[in-house]
């Protein structure tokens, strides 16, 4: 008995695995393909110059018109008795470390005036570093015990430390006055920390707990009496540098 053509070519038509035929798997669909000639370049460039060079003129000219004004006081704020021995002076207790600087602004500052520090070779993009914190306990004074993260900095002679871990741990403690031909000048510290930092993720029941209270001192102490969330700018990490800005 003669094979039947037709039934086998059903039976490749059904085990192959051919797409069935479109404009689309086939990339065939409709496409608009131009041909970038000398004068459609040239042409597209002066129009790009066009719009952006004054923007950028204009950015340039606000940027001029910045005042900025930079003071370094690490050194010249150290006693010469001391020399190189810049950590023992400011371990110690009895060692006066009010330093006066005289700063002279050569043009008029606009208000508001900003004011931040700046700490160089003071990298907090460290992994240990930023991994030590525990946002748990930040949040809640439920997760108090929740340190698990926060070493080397979880635990004290006196119990858990709240808040825990090398963030807040080496959270810097100078501080600033402003005076003005012997005027003070009061520096605002609102508004410095995001909304929803203090209303979510800080909470209000965390009170500083043996907070600095080991031999090492890694920099300001904290006052108990005031929850967490008040100084949340001063334990949040910085990745380029660690600077915070006072609105005046």
Known sequence: MSPNPKGNDDAIRRSSKK????????????????????????????????????IGLTSLFASQRVVEIVDRYDADCIPQSFGEKKLEFIRRA????????????IKPMKSPVFVYYELDNFYQNHRRYVKSRSDKQLRSKAFEKHTDKCEPEEQSGNGTIVPCGLIAWSMFNDTYGFSVNNKMVVVNK?????????MSKFGSDVYPKNFQSGGLIGGAKLNESKPVSVVIVYVLPFFLHSVTPFPS
Not at 30 to 48: M, Y
Not at 94 to 105: A, Q
């Open 94 to 105: 009895d060692t006066n470390k009010t330093c006066v600087r005289v700063i002279n602004v």
């Open 190 to 198: 609102r508004d410095i920390a995001w909304k929803s930092d203090k």
């Open 19 to 54: 797409p069935k035929y479109s404009k689309f798997t086939q990339q065939e669909l409709p496409a608009c393909k131009p041909i970038l000639t000398p004068g459609w370049v040239i042409s597209t460039f002066i129009v790009i110059g066009v719009v952006f060079i004054p």
